[in-house]
């Protein structure tokens, strides 16, 4: 059981550059979420999606896409990547918690760590 | 809307000692309560959780009680071992979005 896996788990862009972070889960969760990490800052949450094609804005949005095409990836897209984008990267998934049903909380992958030059 | 407030850190302790870290939340409704532990260049971890006041978590002997009149999370170990130094986070989910504290960086020496 993989659980999340992040793709890849390290880069290095030039200021400019784009690249996609791939996430994917296999244990069949509606939801899923991108995160960055930042030092003193806790985890700071972009996008998340609620289920197939559909996604939304998180706290920290700007300068990030995202597509939920297949129940199972989630992709985070950076079009013109920035310095201040350097971070480390979690995604995460969650299961549907039907009403009166415990939560079971959110599996996160190893992260990718992303630093822009 | 939702935040979580954490103790500043670093902590550090001696092999052990008890530890508290103490969390506090803001929320709107009645959210679940979570302690994630990210453990040295890896993800992170479910420690454990509580969804509804007066519940408590436990796991790894750690503990945490939510609190809804203090709106508190308080994570203790009553002895803390050399491999529990991590980072430690509160969490709160309510509306499908899980907010996160700013996390605290626990050591323990030998």
């Known amino acids: 059981n993989a659980g999340v896996t992040q793709t890849p788990k390290f880069r290095v862009l030039k200021t400019g550059q784009s690249m996609t972070l791939l996430c994917a889960q296999d244990?069949?969760?509606?939801?899923m979420y991108w995160y960055r990490q930042d030092p003193g800052m806790g985890l700071r949450l972009i996008h998340y999606?609620?289920?197939?094609?559909?996604?939304a804005k998180g706290e920290v949005p700007d300068g990030y896409n995202v597509s939920r095409l297949k129940k199972q990836n989630f992709l985070l897209g950076l079009e013109s990547a920035a310095p201040s984008q350097t971070s480390v990267y979690f995604c995460a998934s969650r299961r549907y918690i039907i009403r009166g049903t415990k939560e079971d909380g959110y599996t996160f992958g190893s992260g990718t760590r992303l630093t822009v030059v | 809307g939702d935040s979580v407030t954490q103790m500043e850190g670093p902590v550090t302790l001696s092999e052990k000692a008890f530890l508290t870290i103490n969390c506090t939340y803001t929320?709107?409704?009645?959210?679940?309560l979570f302690w994630y532990v990210q453990y040295p260049g890896e993800g992170l971890q479910l420690l454990l959780k509580a969804t509804k006041a007066d519940d408590k978590g436990s796991n790894k002997g750690f503990e945490a009680t939510y609190r809804k009149e203090t709106t508190s999370f308080h994570l203790e170990k009553g002895s803390v071992q050399v491999s529990d130094s991590a980072v430690y986070f509160c969490a709160l989910s309510f509306s499908s979005r899980l907010t996160f504290g700013e996390g605290t960086q626990l050591t323990v020496n030998p």
């Open positions: 929320a709107t409704g009645y959210p679940s």
């Open positions: 244990m069949n969760h509606e939801y």
């Open positions: 999606s609620v289920g197939e094609g559909t996604t």
